[in-house]
């Protein structure tokens, strides 16, 4: 009765891990869908989320590498159990039982130092991308404003092209004196 409860336990604690596995995946697909179309004021909202993300998938780590060890416990449990019924099978029976020890699998591997890493790299790479887009100064982000919009260009084209918000390039272009 004990055993059965242990292993409903288990079962229960896994499926409670793959819900919330599902939600992260659900959470990284959302993410997936704002970078298509992404101003660089939105990617520190974006890395924030990314951070959240990787501190939440540390807990959820560390949580699976306990159940992980709870079960090795109920597994090692209840190898002594059966050993022990084995045991009273040969004294009552007489006859020898010969059991074969299941080989031991190798421990899964740490993977979160190298999932902060990669997180880490994915960090710098946005950041990187972020600075590349953003013009040196004001002065030079008018004056590129101000050319493509004589280039016959639209605002919300105007800001694709540079990375702004569409009310900086109208706000831009009403704040020019015109000549």
């Known amino acids: ?3 059965t409860l242990i292993i409903l336990l288990s079962y229960i604690l896994n499926f409670i891990l793959i819900i919330l596995i599902i939600s992260l995946i659900i ?3 959302n993410v997936e869908r704002k970078l ?3 101003s660089p004021t939105e990617a520190y909202s974006i890395l924030e989320n990314m951070h959240e993300m990787v501190l939440e998938s540390q807990r ?3 949580s699976l590498e306990a159940a992980i060890k709870s079960k090795e416990a109920v597994l090692e449990d209840l190898s002594d159990l059966v050993d022990e019924k084995i045991l009273r ?3 009552i029976s007489g006859e020898k039982y010969t059991y074969k020890q ?3 699998k190798e421990p899964v591997k740490n993977i979160i130092p190298e999932v902060k890493k990669e997180a ?3 960090i710098q790479e946005i950041k990187e991308q972020e600075q590349v887009k ?3 100064t004001k002065k030079d982000l008018k004056s590129k404003i101000l050319e493509l919009s004589n280039s016959g260009k639209a605002s919300i084209d105007i800001a694709r092209e540079l990375g702004i918000s569409i009310t900086e390039v109208q706000l831009a272009l009403r704040l020019t004196p015109k000549g």
Do not use: H
């Open 27 to 29: 959470r990284i697909r």
């Open 102 to 104: 299941p080989e031991k």
């Open 120 to 122: 880490a790299a994915n």
């Open 134 to 136: 953003q013009p040196e």
């Open 1 to 3: 009765m004990g055993n």
């Open 89 to 91: 099978y040969e004294k």
């Open 36 to 38: 298509i179309n992404f």
């Open 60 to 62: 959820l780590a560390d």
